[in-house]
């Protein structure tokens, strides 16, 4: 049974940096898309990054190009979002997901498989 559990989330000044952390277990595929997501209230669901297994070819949202990083470690079966230079409208639930094969679009509906979220503020 696939697991995503997020991690790292919490409130932090503009400018400041978070880092968060998405656990997968028991995923057992080699071609696959992880993507980050984040919804604020009253608004729909957005992507934010994304990252290709085959490669490791990353993906951003032009609200977060050039602030916002997204790696995995393998190793630990674990993605990560390095979060520079926040903004107060990057408050948001944040989400991990994935999707077996390609980066091919970045709809919320082509990804299978969530996590729970971890919530980011920041404070002007």
């Known amino acids: 049974q696939v697991q995503l559990v997020e991690s790292g989330g919490g409130s932090v000044q503009a400018g400041g940096s978070l880092r968060l952390s998405c656990a997968a277990s028991g995923w057992t595929y080699s071609n696959y898309c992880m993507g980050w997501f984040r919804q604020a209230p009253g608004k729909e669901r957005e992507w934010v990054a994304g990252i290709y297994s085959g490669g490791g070819s990353t993906y951003y949202a032009d609200s977060v190009k050039g602030r916002f990083t997204i790696s995995q470690d393998n190793a630990k079966n674990t993605l990560y979002l390095q979060m520079n230079s926040l903004k107060p409208e990057d408050t948001a639930m944040y989400y991990c997901?994935?999707?077996?094969?390609?980066?091919?679009?970045?709809?919320?509906?082509?990804?299978?498989?969530w996590g729970q979220g971890t919530q980011v503020t920041v404070s002007s």
């Open positions: 997901a994935a999707r077996i094969g390609g980066c091919a679009g970045f709809q919320y509906n082509f990804f299978g498989y």
